[in-house]
């Protein structure tokens, strides 16, 4: 009997042995498909979409299998949480206004007037019709950049009937202001370089080329001694934001790398960007990617801090001055890389996942004692589903694929990424960090490198600038323009008034009004809109 007993025990060891072994087997089939299918589309350049978004039939959460590792209680207000969280989502009925044809062109813009005459009219004379009337329409043209140098000349002049001497006396007045003392160029053409330089991401050989289309032959090398010139003028600018940025309750931070120019090879820095949502976007640059550059960086913070979970943020949080956040969409994105070999398990995460992010778009403007109140009672049982959830799962999924990764990041950031449901300020994605980080993206694909440690410096100074007017919905070139004009002689403690958070309030006083207005160079930049 005891014999028997053994193999019937041998036997049940063997089956579970095999069932894990199949699924195991069915798993790395699953991987293998995945994996040949990425390689035919590189081989054939295709690229899958960037998307993270998941179809609605795909998004339906499987409550059977969450049931395996959810209680009844805690399942009760995940059902609830969910039904909340779609909800949100509906769309109140309203009537589609009728199509109005082409929009006006801008009333800001010159026109010019033409007249046509029919082919009789000007064979008989106008003295021979009566004018009734007219048709009109508007045809948008565009003329050559209009670039104008202004001849400065300020007159000497002597006393009237003087003996003139060696030692009599001249008048003549002081030079006008330039942005850089005895420059070549105006606040606007120095502002035309950089949002072309750095908004619109034009590497200088092709300003070169821009500039030449125009009649102007302009070196890259003196629009580099320009930029350098400028930048030390902005600096204590840029410095004030900073100042300014630190003192808020969080701040979100991402980095990438860009190619540095060096003799025989070129090596890798780093453009880090610091976003105070709704204030400032700061760019710094650094020569590596590490704690060090980090400490540079962040030197003197204090608060929040949304950041992926990379390890060279790990030291700032011993001490507790800086608090962890970490982002919902770091997460997310490992599950969507799982959709193709273990999709059960991926939809489940995603469809959690989901539905935290549609709650958030509703409290997008609330004020934040409703943000924290509904996140505890909608938010908070979704989160708790999913960390249960992953528990549950961890030992059930092959080690190194893409399911395990995604249940291991989730599961080693729980505090951080759970810290949003107790502070309604905080935001549960660092999206907006990365958005803006696009920028250096966008424009590495242009002039692939920097010249140098000095010139990503230089670049971070003005990529501030220009990334916080669009944050702030400012006009980048007539705010340039403006600040050239008005930094040589502003005042040191009023110089966050000149941020483009504070733009739009500084430019409308009437003491900054007048300044304006008596540049001389400013006045010739100036269009219909000013």
Excluded at 161 to 180: G, K, M, N, S, Y
Excluded at 269 to 292: I, Y
């Amino acid at each position: 009997m005891n014999d028997v007993a053994q193999i019937a025990q041998r036997l049940d060891e063997l089956e579970k042995r095999f069932a894990v072994a199949e699924r195991e087997r069915d798993e790395y089939r699953a991987l293998y498909l995945a994996t040949m299918e990425r390689c035919r589309k590189l081989e054939l350049g295709l690229l899958a979409s960037k998307s993270e978004h998941l179809s609605e039939g795909g998004a339906q959460l499987s409550l059977d299998v969450l049931s395996m590792v959810l209680g009844d209680r805690q399942r009760a207000e995940l059902d609830a949480a969910l039904a909340a969280a779609a909800a949100e989502q509906e769309v109140k009925a309203h009537t589609r206004r009728p199509p109005t044809g082409r929009k006006p062109l801008p009333e800001h813009l010159p026109r010019v007037e033409i007249e046509v005459l029919p082919p009789e009219v000007q064979a008989k004379g106008l003295d021979a019709f009566e004018r009734i009337g007219e048709e009109t329409c508007e045809t948008l043209e565009r003329r050559p950049a209009s670039l104008v140098v202004a001849r400065v000349i300020r007159p000497k002049f002597v006393l009237r009937d003087r003996v003139r001497d060696a030692e009599t006396q001249v008048f003549v007045a002081e030079p006008l202001d330039l942005p850089i003392p005895r420059g070549l160029a105006g606040p606007g053409m120095l502002a035309d370089t950089i949002v072309k330089r750095w908004q619109d991401h034009l590497p200088l050989h092709r300003l070169e080329d821009v500039y030449a289309r125009d009649g102007l032959e302009l070196a890259r090398s003196t629009m580099c001694g320009w930029h350098a010139a400028l930048a030390d003028l902005v600096k204590p600018l840029v410095s004030a934001m900073r100042e300014d940025a630190f003192a808020q309750p969080y701040l979100c931070t991402d980095a990438t790398g860009v190619l540095v120019q060096q003799k025989e090879r070129c090596r890798t820095g780093h453009f880090w960007v610091l976003v105070a949502p709704g204030r400032h976007v700061l760019f710094e640059f650094t020569r590596d990617h590490s704690s060090d550059a980090v400490d540079d960086v962040l030197a003197g913070y204090q608060g929040y801090l949304v950041a992926d979970a990379h390890v060279v943020y790990d030291h700032l949080y011993v001490t507790g001055e800086v608090v962890e956040v970490n982002c919902w969409a770091h997460a997310r994105r490992y599950f969507f890389k799982a959709l193709g070999s273990d999709p059960e398990r991926a939809k489940a995460a995603l469809s959690l996942i989901g539905a935290l992010f549609r709650i958030e778009r509703t409290l997008a403007d609330s004020p934040r004692k409703k943000k924290e109140s509904i996140r505890d009672k909608r938010s908070r049982p979704i989160v708790d589903a999913f960390f249960s959830w992953c528990d549950a799962e961890a030992g059930a999924v092959l080690d190194d694929t893409p399911i395990s990764d995604g249940i291991r990041y989730a599961r080693n950031q729980k505090v951080g990424l759970s810290r949003f449901l107790d502070d309604g300020r905080l935001p549960i994605h660092n999206n907006m960090s990365e958005l803006a980080l696009r920028r250096e993206a966008v424009g590495r694909k242009n002039w692939l490198f920097v010249g140098s440690d000095d010139g990503g410096a230089v670049n971070a100074l003005f990529t501030s600038l220009l990334a916080s007017c669009r944050l702030c919905d400012v006009e980048p070139w007539a705010y340039l323009r403006d600040i050239f004009c008005l930094l040589p002689h502003w005042p040191e403690h009023r110089l966050l008034e000149l941020a483009p958070f504070s733009w739009k309030k500084t430019r409308a006083a009437p003491d900054v009004q007048k300044r304006l207005e008596q540049n001389r160079f400013r006045a010739l930049t100036l269009d219909a809109r000013g």
